[in-house]
Each structure stands twice: as structure tokens, then as C-alpha cells.
């Protein structure tokens, strides 16, 4: 990536803003830094992706950004995730009030549905199975011809699909309404994460001004109607959704390089959340938060904690790239209460030890 940006631009790339899905964890930042390192870059901020839609959005005016306390959501469909975010606008400055996520909800899903429509629909027509035995072979060229229709289907209302592979001769046309019907399910559930970002931030429908698209199946034409319907307003994509998390991502860039000079940063300032909570581990396993998940950043916690027996200690740590996050003790990621998927941040603390005389 670093050789073909050098090629594109004819310089030598040095600083570089990453862009990563919202609900990514922590581990997953950190990996993702690492290799901006290996890759010989200086990674100057890991970014959120829907935080870089917005952002490009106010620094090309296509948002009006006057009346402070209005509400954006970015609406961030790619090829594996969904990212939901709420924006609250705040004098100029962008303050991420909600983030959700679905990392399993994106472009591939749609096609894995369309493929097994389709092959089914070709079992039924002339007994074989295109997806079993031998016939597996057909299947990247398969997914590919998929892969196109849906894309086709953006625009028009039909979309012709013709393979002939190992004697297989696979013809077929495919509706929009077809397509729409295999996957009406996993639109609604796109729908229902925007439901549960609206009611985390405490907000209804009403209290969005605008919504941005970003990522490439919000060209989907069943997304856009989606949206319009429950939000009474059809949804932004005046910054191409391909492009909008790039170009945010490059306005950062230019904020933070110190190769452009002052008076040409463009600023945009950003206040960010905590996608996941931070807290302490406690006996029995039971995890104190002290930093709820979406509080903005930079933040801090304190609590205090009793030692359940003499000279006992915990581990203390950071909440990551994004943002530094004082702890007060035994610090952990993690969803919450519930006791899933947490993982230590690191480091060490003892405190308040009886003295040992
Ligand atoms: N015209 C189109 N109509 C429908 N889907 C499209 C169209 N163009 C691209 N896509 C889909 O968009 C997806 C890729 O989007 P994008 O490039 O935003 O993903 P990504 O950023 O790589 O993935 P993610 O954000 O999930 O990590 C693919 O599934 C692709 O098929
Ligand atoms: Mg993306």
C-alpha cells in the first residue's frame, strides 16, 4: 500500500492516519499499528472509519455545521462490517456520542445468500449442484459472477449471470427483487443496529439531522430505502462512500504532519469515545468498570477497592491507541459486566499494602 501511494503521489511516504472499523478491539488496534510500523510508516493516530466520514464531510461543507448540538449518524456498510455512529456537532468540533458495531454483517454476506439462491435455483432446473463435489472448483469464478450482479443490481433491476465451467453452463437472470428477498433479513438486522446506537445514545429518529454513508454496499439500493424510510430523509452520499473514510483520514493527516504549516491545517477537531469499557478485575471474576464504554476521550477512572487479602495485587493498563486512559487498578477490557470477552490491558499495581515489619 505504502509503494502504490508513493507511486500515485511521487514522493516518499512518511506520516500516515490509519483507519480502522469503529468497534475494532484492542488487540486488533494495536496489530494494526504495528504493521504501519513494520511497513516503515509513522503512524500518526489509528482512526475510526465512521469518524472519518464525518470528518470529511464538515471539512467539505456538505454538512452545515453552525447549529451547534445537531446530530449526525454515520451509516458504515463495507465488505465484512458495519459501523454505527452518532455524532453530536459542537461549534465546529465533532463529538462521537455512540459507536455500534457488527463485525460479521457486511458485502459478503449478501453475496454468500445470492450464491446459494442461485445455485439452488440452477439444482432445481437442471438437477446439479454447482456448489457440491467436483464442481467446487467453479466456485471462486462463481462468487466473482455474484459478486458483479450485485454491484449490476445497484443500478438496474436485472442482472444476467452466464458461466460455463467443466461442462457446467450456468445461465440466469436475477431480479432486484430477488436479491432483496434473500437478504431481507440482514437488512433489517443493519436496521436494528441503528436502533440500538439510537437508543444507547438515549435519541429517536427525530433527533438525526442527517445520516452519511460510507462504504461500498450503502450503494445497495434497498440500504438507501431502508434509511429514508425510518429517518423521513434520504441519507447523504455527495462524498463518494468508496472514498469518504480515505479522504477524512487525509484531512487528519494534514492536521496532525508537521510538514504542512500552521495556517494550512485544516481543522476539524474530533472528540472521541471508548468503544469498549474499561475496568478492574475483581475476585470471583466480576469486572468494576471504571471507564463505561463510549465515554469521550481522553478519560479517567477511580475507584477504590479493598484488598481481599494481605499483599494482594492487580494489573493496571491503558486503554489503547486510542486515546490514554488512567486507571486505578487491575484495568480491563472488555464488554462490560457481563464477564465476556475481556482481556488484560497490562502493566502492574500494587497499592496499600500492609508493611511487612
Ligand atoms: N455498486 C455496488 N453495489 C453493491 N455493493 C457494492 C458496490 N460496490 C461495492 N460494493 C460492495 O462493497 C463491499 C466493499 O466495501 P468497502 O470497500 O467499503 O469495504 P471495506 O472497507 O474493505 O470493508 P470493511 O469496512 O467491512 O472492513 C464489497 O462487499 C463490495 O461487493
Ligand atoms: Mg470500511
Known amino acids: 500500500m505504502k ?4 507511486k500515485l503521489a511521487n514522493d516518499v511516504i512518511a506520516d500516515a492516519v490509519i483507519t480502522v472499523p469503529a468497534h475494532f478491539s484492542d488487540s486488533r488496534r494495536e496489530a494494526t499499528m504495528e504493521a504501519g510500523r513494520q511497513a516503515g510508516l ?3 493516530q489509528l482512526m475510526n472509519e465512521p469518524t472519518a466520514a464525518a470528518v470529511a464531510y464538515v471539512y467539505e461543507k456538505k454538512i452545515n455545521t453552525e447549529s451547534a448540538g445537531k446530530n449526525i449518524m454515520v451509516f458504515d456498510l463495507g465488505g465484512n462490517t458495519l459501523d454505527v455512529l452518532i455524532i453530536t456537532l459542537d461549534s465546529g468540533s465533532l463529538l462521537v456520542r455512540k459507536v ?9 454476506d449478501f453475496d454468500s445468500n445470492l450464491i446459494r439462491y442461485v445455485a439452488e435455483k440452477h439444482r432445481l432446473k437442471t438437477g ?3 456448489l457440491g463435489g467436483e464442481n467446487e472448483k ?6 466473482e459472477a455474484i459478486v458483479t450482479a450485485k454491484h449490476t443490481l445497484s443500478t438496474q433491476d436485472e442482472a444476467d449471470i452466464e ?4 461442462d457446467v453452463d450456468l445461465n440466469q437472470s436475477i431480479l432486484r427483487s430477488e436479491f432483496e428477498r434473500v437478504n431481507e433479513e440482514l437488512f433489517q438486522k443493519c436496521m436494528f443496529r441503528v436502533e440500538i446506537a439510537l437508543r444507547g445514545a438515549k435519541m429517536t429518529s427525530q433527533d438525526i439531522s442527517e445520516v452519511i454513508l460510507a462504504g461500498g454496499s450503502t450503494r445497495i439500493k434497498r440500504v438507501h430505502e431502508l434509511l429514508q424510510q425510518f429517518f423521513g430523509r434520504a441519507p447523504l452520499s455527495v462524498v463518494h462512500p468508496d472514498e469518504v473514510v480515505a479522504h477524512g483520514a487525509a484531512v487528519q493527516a494534514a492536521f496532525l504532519s508537521k510538514l504542512v504549516i500552521e495556517k494550512h491545517k485544516p481543522k476539524v477537531p474530533v472528540c472521541n469515545v471508548n468503544p469498549k469499557s ?3 478485575m475483581r475476585s470471583l471474576g466480576e469486572m468494576s468498570v471504571l471507564i463505561p464504554k463510549n465515554s469521550p476521550l481522553p478519560a479517567k477512572g477511580e475507584l477504590e477497592v479493598e484488598c481481599a487479602y494481605d499483599y494482594a495485587g492487580g494489573c493496571a493498563g491503558w486503554g489503547g491507541p486510542l486515546g490514554s486512559v488512567g486507571s486505578g487498578g487491575g484495568a480491563w477490557g472488555g ?3 457481563c464477564g465476556e470477552r475481556r482481556r488484560c490491558l497490562g502493566g502492574e499495581l500494587w497499592a496499600n499494602t500492609p508493611d511487612e515489619t
Not at 509503494?3 to 508513493?6: D, L, R, V
Not at 455500534?100 to 459478503?108: A, F
Not at 458461466?163 to 467443466?166: A, K, M, P, S
Request: net charge neutral; charged share 15%; aromatic share 6%.
Open 163 to 166: 458461466l460455463y465451467i467443466n
Open 3 to 6: 509503494s502504490i501511494a508513493e
Open 278 to 280: 474499561i475496568g478492574v
Open 42 to 44: 509513522n503512524v500518526l
Open 100 to 108: 455500534k458495531g457488527d463485525s460479521d454483517l457486511g458485502g459478503v
Open 335 to 337: 464488554c462490560g459486566q
Open 128 to 130: 446439479c449442484n454447482v
Open 138 to 143: 467453479m466456485f471462486p469464478r462463481l462468487r
